[in-house]
């Protein structure tokens, strides 16, 4: 085989390692799975959200996070979507990524909903492809019982006490372009 195709064969086998590295994620949140959880972050691996309300840097951080978290969450069901991965065309080491997913969970007893992009950063680390920096923007999170009616304004994020803005579509420039405030 030639170094043209074992080039090619390599991509296509790190683009299924990352896709299989996202589905893990999923299974691990929805199965309460904390090692597993912890080994699909690299040592240095960070967690967070867009409006900051997400911070957590080393495996050990993430995984006390999501333990607060699973103590008030019920059942969860996490899927994915599209995964839109660019491997670095200078180290074969680093690949970035922009997953949209969807959620629904029970937390604290009232049954939620939230449609998630996940702009990652991937990392191999000792041979194995992780999250190295994982950062989640919301379309909306929010009670089921407010799905409909969210849709009429940008403040989809509902999961505390007052509503907050969606993460996009509305704050990218190329949503402010194709719609100027006037």
């Not at 999923?26 to 699909?40: H, K, M, P, S």
Request: aromatic share 10%; with cysteine.
């Amino acid at each position: 085989m030639g170094d043209e195709t074992q080039a090619r064969l390599r991509r296509i086998e790190d683009r299924e390692a990352l896709r299989t590295l996202v589905t893990r994620y999923g299974f691990a949140i929805d199965d309460r799975d904390t090692d597993l959880l912890a080994g699909l972050f690299t040592d240095d691996g960070v967690l967070d959200s867009v409006d900051g309300t997400i911070a957590a840097s080393g495996r050990a951080a993430i995984v006390a996070f999501y333990q607060a978290r699973f103590a008030i969450l019920g059942p969860t069901f996490h899927y994915t979507h599209d995964h839109l991965v660019t491997l670095d065309s200078h180290d074969p080491d680093q690949a970035r990524a922009v997953v949209t997913a969807h959620s629904e969970a029970v937390r604290n007893g009232v049954p939620m909903l939230a449609a998630i992009r996940y702009l990652d950063r991937y990392r191999r680390e000792r041979g194995q492809w992780r999250f190295a920096h994982r950062r989640l923007s919301f379309f909306y999170h929010l009670p089921v019982s407010d799905y409909v009616g969210a849709f009429r304004d940008s403040l989809r994020k509902r999961t505390g006490g007052t509503p907050q803005p969606a993460d996009w579509p509305e704050a990218l420039t190329s949503w402010q372009t194709c719609y100027p405030v006037t």
